[in-house]
């Protein structure tokens, strides 16, 4: 733990590639190309790649695609599309990973910077080093994610409760600002650019660099899932374990409504702790909420890790016949998402739309509003998991430009549906449904959640959504991208209308 030198792996991934595509190469574009000087390249084709998101349901073209070189290719392209003025239209849309769910990564027209830093500890594990290395301590579910995606909005998991949001693990940044400087910031070097950029939805600059908060990782983890019929004691029970000091590492929990089969989705890779008294258990249609704690270990200490989760678990009230259990290694538990994603791509159901809606409920509202949404509002939960699980305010810098609600504890709330085509025509329309019906719930209960990943389409759902920070986001935006220039697909800033 403490502070890091700047990672290595995010290091060795850094030598980015930016991609500029110009489908429709006008003069302009001929003569923008033509004077620059770059150690990467701009190309022109991939549009259909560079165009589609993890949403799936927006297909925005660029015009031109950069892959960069070098952090100056990047501030000279910025400083370029400066130059150019306001009435060029031309924008810049840092790419990661594309795992946007509303076209975000995709500027209307314009350039797309991409960006290829992940969060994956990999490498070292292929080399088959077994010695512990240094890895950050706050993930996201996923890896497969770029560094400056996931700070651009917060970065969030089950260590969060613990170690905060990724954006709190950062102590310096490089970032290329909308004007095309490259600037080098921290918490107290540059602050406000720092804090601004961070959560800030690309808005502010283009993370170049990332020197984050790293700790020696843990061997081994134990996993273990358990069930509560009753939501009150489920979230009471997630509560009391992100509060103590002793407790898991990693505390998640999900929502199952009228599944069938699970307990048997489940065998593969978790065994009852009990075997006799599992045959018990029937899920029967019932909505039942399943929690989901870790506690890190090293085979040594496999006896000392065992009496900790035991004493633990003693404090859980969950339905005694179904406790689940596993062991698996650190990265094999940090990579899990991607097991699923191997499995869903074999079957066509990966790069399927993915109407999701993530909301941060505050502790105030979570009763009301599970009470309204599981099992009213939504009646199943086949087509993707439904998360819930608490985090705590006081490890969130609200200095940072991500929102959250105005509360000490509140829930990660993520409906992650997807739409394949083969559950039926209306079944993207639905879920899209089902997101509206749960927002206009929460707006009408006056619940006061705020979305994660936020989406709105006008400036005005945007001002509600930052609140009383509204002014501080759009003096950042006047300071750091007068222009307008950067991440347009976010529907917040219009090039050249709201700026003189
Ligand atoms: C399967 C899956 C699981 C996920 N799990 C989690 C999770 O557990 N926790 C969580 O917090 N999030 C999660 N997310 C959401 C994810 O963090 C965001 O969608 C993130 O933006 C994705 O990063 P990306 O590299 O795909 O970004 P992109 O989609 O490429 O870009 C996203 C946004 O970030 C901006 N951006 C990208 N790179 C930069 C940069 N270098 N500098 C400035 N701005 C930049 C872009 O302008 C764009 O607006 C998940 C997403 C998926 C698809
Ligand atoms: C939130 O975190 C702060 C600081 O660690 C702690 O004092 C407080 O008790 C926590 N609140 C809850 C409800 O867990
Ligand atoms: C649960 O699902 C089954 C079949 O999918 C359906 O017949 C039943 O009505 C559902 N029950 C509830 C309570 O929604
Ligand atoms: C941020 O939190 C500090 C205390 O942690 C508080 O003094 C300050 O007013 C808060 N600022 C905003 C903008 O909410």
Redesign the pocket.
């Given at each position: 733990m403490g502070a890091s030198p700047i990672l290595k792996l995010l290091m060795a991934l850094l030598l980015a590639e930016i991609n500029s595509r110009n489908s429709h190469p006008d003069s302009l574009h001929v003569s923008f190309l033509h004077s620059m000087s770059l150690d990467g390249q701009f190309t022109f084709h991939d549009v259909h790649q560079a165009a589609t998101d993890f949403g799936n349901r927006y297909h925005l073209l660029p015009s031109m695609v950069l892959h960069p070189g070098s952090v100056s290719d990047i501030a000279a392209t910025v400083r370029r599309v400066v130059s150019l003025g306001p009435s060029s239209g031309l924008t810049v849309a840092a790419r990661g990973e594309g795992h946007s769910l509303q076209g975000h990564h995709c500027p209307p027209r314009g350039r797309i910077v991409r960006r290829r830093p992940r969060w994956e500890p990999m490498d070292r594990r292929l080399e088959g080093d077994s010695a512990p290395w240094p890895l950050p301590m706050s993930w996201t579910d996923y890896l497969h994610l770029s560094i400056g995606g996931t700070l651009s909005n917060a970065g969030i998991s089950g260590q969060a409760f613990r170690h905060g949001p990724q954006i709190s693990n950062v102590h310096q940044l490089e970032v290329v600002t909308g004007k095309g400087e490259a600037v080098l910031c921290s918490s107290t070097h540059n602050a406000d650019l720092f804090h601004a950029v961070l959560g800030g939805l690309g808005q502010f600059g283009i993370i170049t660099r990332a020197r984050i908060t790293l700790q020696a990782a843990p061997k081994m983890v134990k996993w273990i899932r358990v069930l509560y019929s009753d939501f009150a004691t489920f979230v009471e029970d997630q509560e009391m374990l992100i509060s103590v000091t002793k407790t898991f590492d990693y505390v998640e929990g999900f929502v199952i409504i009228?599944r069938t089969g699970l307990l048997n989705n489940w065998r593969s890779s978790f065994w009852p702790k009990d075997p006799a008294l599992v045959g018990q258990f029937e899920s029967q249609?019932r909505t039942l909420f399943c929690l989901e704690v870790t506690k890190n270990f090293d085979p040594e200490n496999h006896g000392v890790m065992m009496q900790e989760v035991d004493e633990l678990l003693t404090k859980l009230r969950y339905i005694p016949s179904t406790l689940f259990e596993s062991e698996v290694s650190y990265l094999d538990f940090l990579d899990r998402v991607h097991a699923s994603e191997l499995k869903l791509r074999l079957k066509g159901l990966w790069e399927v739309p993915h109407p999701w809606l993530n909301l941060l409920v505050p502790k105030a509202g979570i009763h009301e509003f599970a009470d309204e949404v599981f099992?009213k509002i939504v009646?199943?939960s086949n087509n993707g998991p439904i998360l819930l699980y608490p985090l705590n305010k006081s490890n969130w810098d609200n200095r940072t430009s991500a929102v959250i609600p105005d509360e000490e504890v509140f829930f990660l709330v993520a409906f992650l549906s997807s739409a394949p085509s083969s559950s039926g025509q209306d079944c993207l329309a639905r879920a899209l449904k089902q997101n509206e019906r749960i927002l206009e719930f929460c707006k009408k209960a006056n619940i006061k959640a705020k979305q994660y990943l936020p989406y709105y389409t006008t400036q005005e759902d945007w001002r509600s959504h930052y609140g009383p920070r509204w002014e501080t986001f759009r003096r950042r935006k006047q300071t750091y991208d007068p222009l307008a220039i950067l991440a347009p697909e976010q529907r917040i800033f219009q090039k050249a209308a709201d700026w003189p």
């Open positions: 009228n249609g099992g009646t199943e």
